[in-house]
């Protein structure tokens, strides 16, 4: 089955810098990968996600990238803010729909 | 969101005791699932369900059972609880019609066994 490795598990970055998390996955079959933000008490909410087909993604401050080829895939976020910090899961799947494989998640923290 | 319901939100059990937890939508959803969330092992699958009449075991089943009893209604049963099932649970639905599809998840439930 799919294997997706996570790295790091904990990042801290000052207010304003860049963060990147990135994520490997095994299976060639995935071409769908979406980032969940998950806020502490909450629940995983979607927030970007790409498609194999696509390489590069970007909604305002937040950024992903897919190299099909090395199997890896990057969340960026720019200009970070206090309201950033969360725990961040990748995921992949054969297809949308489909249930997710998740990484093991990456704590951000923004420090003002 | 709102539209994804999870019922209890938090339970204390003892080991040995059947317990069930239920999520309900109203999104119109055919695509539900039950993932287990343990700290630093992010968010494992336990089950899956593409419609009704559709079950489908995930990565972590041993121990758990499901039922669809409606295209809106997803329960996950632990026959007899044991505290490594100590852990936060989680329901999602997507459609499987669209080009897209976010999976949208309820708020969670917490359950500790004793």
């Known amino acids: 089955g799919e294997n997706v490795e996570q790295h790091p598990s904990t990042l801290s970055v000052q207010e304003g810098d860049s963060a990147v998390i990135k994520c490997t996955y095994s299976?060639?079959?995935?071409?769908?990968f979406p980032w969940y933000k998950q806020e502490l008490g909450k629940r995983p909410q979607l927030i970007i996600d790409?498609?194999?087909?696509?390489g590069e993604k970007k909604d305002q401050r937040i950024a992903v990238t897919l190299n099909k080829t090395a199997k890896h895939f990057s969340l960026h976020i720019t200009e970070t803010q206090p309201e950033d910090s969360a725990v961040y899961f990748c995921?992949?799947?054969?297809?949308?729909?489909?249930?997710?494989?998740f990484g093991k998640g990456t704590s951000l923290l923004v420090t003002p | 969101d709102a539209d994804v319901t999870q019922t209890p939100r938090n339970r204390i059990t003892k080991t040995g005791k059947r317990i069930m937890l239920e999520c309900s939508q109203t999104?119109?959803?055919?695509?539900m699932y039950w993932y287990r969330q343990d700290p630093g092992l992010g968010l494992r699958l336990i089950y899956y369900?593409?419609?009704?009449?559709?079950?489908n075991k995930g990565e972590i089943s041993d121990g758990y059972s499901v039922s669809r009893q409606a295209q809106a209604k997803f329960s996950l049963s632990l026959e007899s609880a044991i505290p490594n099932q100590t852990a936060l649970y989680f329901c999602?639905?997507?459609?499987?019609?669209?080009?897209?599809?976010?999976?949208?998840f309820g708020p969670g439930t917490r359950l500790t066994v004793l």
């Open positions: 299976d060639s079959a995935s071409n769908y």
């Open positions: 999602a639905t997507t459609s499987g019609s669209a080009l897209y599809n976010e999976q949208f």
């Open positions: 999104k119109g959803h055919d695509r």
């Open positions: 369900s593409f419609d009704v009449k559709d079950i």
């Open positions: 995921a992949a799947s054969p297809n949308s729909g489909y249930a997710l494989n």
């Open positions: 790409i498609r194999s087909n696509v």
